[in-house]
């Protein structure tokens, strides 16, 4: 099952970016988002899914690895990982699949409850500076480059994601400080288009 739906805008921002770029799909489900960043010019994707696609996409770029992140080697060099909506629940070797990746793109919704990702996944993330923020309410995507994030803000879905733990719930729709372990950080203020 397809979980993401890209609007236009974020459809179009992919488009520009995979072109030319080794792609890993972390948690590629049924394939489709490997196979979209193949049509758009990936010159590699690597879909990597615990379990078999349905319906394994056929496209010559396209190379899928039925693995758990842990067992996965990855090639050496790959420009972009994307993840999304990956389960909330710790997933063994996904951060330091992301940790050896230039650029990440995330794809998932926190704010309404849904908790697409695990607090230690976010919390790695939230170091990590933010190239484009493009906000959905069915589906947020945001790109992270390799450079460290010089201010202490996060977007609504890291807070989320950071602190959906069933005890500290993240309303959106609040703007309010949160004291973390490494200090004072607060969201930034999102807007859906």
Request: glycine content about 6%.
């Amino acid at each position: 099952m397809t979980y993401y739906r890209l609007n236009d805008s974020q459809k179009e921002y992919l488009h520009s970016v995979v072109p030319g770029l080794r792609v890993s799909d972390l948690g590629s489900g049924d394939g489709s988002l490997a196979l979209l960043m193949a049509n758009f010019g990936a010159l590699e994707v690597h879909a990597v899914d615990k379990a078999p696609p349905p319906c394994p996409v056929k496209h010559k770029n396209v190379k899928h690895y039925n693995r758990y992140f842990q067992e996965w080697d990855p090639p050496n060099h790959l420009d972009l990982s994307v993840v999304a909506w990956p389960r909330n629940m710790r997933l063994a070797g996904l951060i330091p699949l992301l940790q050896a990746t230039p650029q990440v793109i995330y794809l998932g919704k926190n704010t309404d409850g849904t908790a697409c990702g695990f607090p230690d996944m976010f919390r790695y993330l939230s170091t990590r500076n933010v190239i484009r923020y493009l906000p959905d309410r069915a589906n947020v995507m945001i790109h992270y480059g390799s450079d460290p994030r010089l201010d202490a803000n996060l977007y609504h879905e890291e807070m989320a994601g950071i602190f959906e733990d069933n005890t500290h719930y993240y309303c959106a729709d609040e703007d309010r400080k949160i004291v973390t372990d490494w200090g004072v950080r607060k969201p930034i203020i999102e807007t859906y288009p």
